[in-house]
Structure formats: C-alpha cells, structure tokens
C-alpha cells in the first residue's frame, strides 16, 4: 500500500516555508525524498534510515518518525527553484523496490 | 557526473507493436529498475534486476513485460503487444546497493500508443 501524503498542493511565495507530510499504514524502515520537475526525472534528495534521524540539505531537511510511521519534509526561506512535485518513498520487498507515496505538487511565485 | 542515460526520449507506436526501450545505467552500478508513471500520476514500480535476473516485479509486469541486460552496458525493457494503456513515462533508475541506497533516475522514455 503506497504511503499518503498531504497536503496534495501547496502553493507559497519565495521565502515561505512549507512541511510536506508522508505516513504510512504499514511499517517504515527507512524513507527516501524525491522531488520531479515537470516533463523531468525524479531527483533524490535524502535518505532516512532511523526512527528519530533528521537530515538537511540545502534549507530542506527532513524527520523521521518511525512509531507514527511518518516522515516530513521542511522546507525553509523556499526559493522559485523548490518548484515541483515532491514524493516520498518507502522501500518495499527485498531489493528496494520503492513504492512511492501519492505526490505533494509545491509552487512557489516570485 | 556519471548518470543515468536513456533512448529514445520519445517513442510513438501502434497498439499491438512491440517496443524496446534502452537505458544505461551508471557503470559501477549493480541494481537496475524500471518505473513508469502515468501522465500526472505517481512513479509506479515495474521491475528490478540483480545478477542478471529478476529479482521482484509488479503486477504491472506481465507477461508483455521484459527485461534484459544484453550486454555489460545496456538495460532493456520490452513490451510485446503495447496496449493503450502502456502510454506513459518510463524511467530507469541504478543503484549501487540494494541496502536502502540512492536510486539514480534516467530522463525517462515518454512512451506513446496509439
């Protein structure tokens, strides 16, 4: 079962923050963060490995909950090129198949 | 950077055609994926290969689906009978472990049935 995330759209002006959520129904064990400009591949931004663990990158950083079964994505000062569709994703099976949750889309306006 | 390449960007075909769809993954890379995504849908999981075989496939994979590493290079996906519903972006990804590793996605094949 793929992981839910909300909101489904989030629309900010440059500068806003924004937390992205993603949960799950079923255990996660660790939860990989995508984001995918339109017509563009689906470029990774971190890993979560362990309940607790917090990553940044950039002014985006993420947590990871691993009793709630969620993880959220932060984004801070968001700037025009945080532009997209934001995935999370969860390993499923023995050799990562990652099952992908059901997209945020973010726009940030000038 | 090395990355994931893919060809051909675009593929137009009949229904009932068969199509190949290349990749090449990144060269020290040992895991290899297919996905596809529907147009403004989520990136699906399709298939992953480890050793020169299967290693998990969807149910999307059936039996129209599949792949092959023909050589130390390329990573193919095969559809025999394409269908309209095969219309979508088909993307291949690498890692270079299976243990919770970053997954490498190529630009994507749009994929066209008429």
């Known amino acids: 079962q793929q992981p839910v995330q909300s909101p489904q759209a989030v629309i900010l002006r440059e500068g806003e923050d924004a937390v992205i959520n993603c949960s799950s129904s079923?255990?996660?064990?660790?939860v990989h963060w995508y984001r995918q400009k339109h017509g563009e591949a689906p470029v990774f931004l971190m890993i979560?490995?362990?309940?607790?663990e917090q990553k940044g990158h950039e002014k985006i950083s993420a947590s990871f909950n691993e009793k709630k079964q969620q993880s959220s994505l932060y984004l801070t000062a968001s700037q025009l090129s945080y532009s997209g569709t934001y995935f999370c994703?969860?390993?499923?099976?023995?050799?990562?198949?990652?099952?992908f949750g059901t997209g945020t889309r973010l726009l940030v306006s000038p | 950077e090395p990355e994931v390449t893919q060809t051909p960007s675009h593929q137009v075909t009949q229904m009932g055609q068969e199509v190949i769809l290349r990749c090449v993954p990144i060269?020290?890379?040992?895991?290899f994926y297919w996905y596809r995504q529907i147009l403004g849908q989520k990136v699906e999981f399709l298939v992953s290969?480890?050793?020169?075989?299967?290693?998990?496939k969807s149910e999307i994979f059936d039996d129209q689906f599949s792949v092959e590493r023909p050589d130390g290079s390329n990573f193919t996906l095969k559809i025999r009978s394409t269908k309209l519903e095969d219309s979508a972006m088909y993307f291949c990804?690498?890692?270079?472990?299976?243990?919770?590793?970053?997954?490498?996605f190529g630009p994507g094949t749009r994929l066209t049935v008429l």
């Open positions: 979560l490995l362990k309940g607790g």
């Open positions: 290969f480890y050793n020169n075989e299967i290693s998990e």
């Open positions: 990804a690498s890692s270079s472990s299976g243990n919770n590793n970053e997954q490498f």
């Open positions: 060269s020290n890379h040992l895991y």
């Open positions: 079923k255990a996660l064990y660790s």
């Open positions: 994703g969860t390993p499923r099976g023995g050799f990562q198949k990652l099952v």
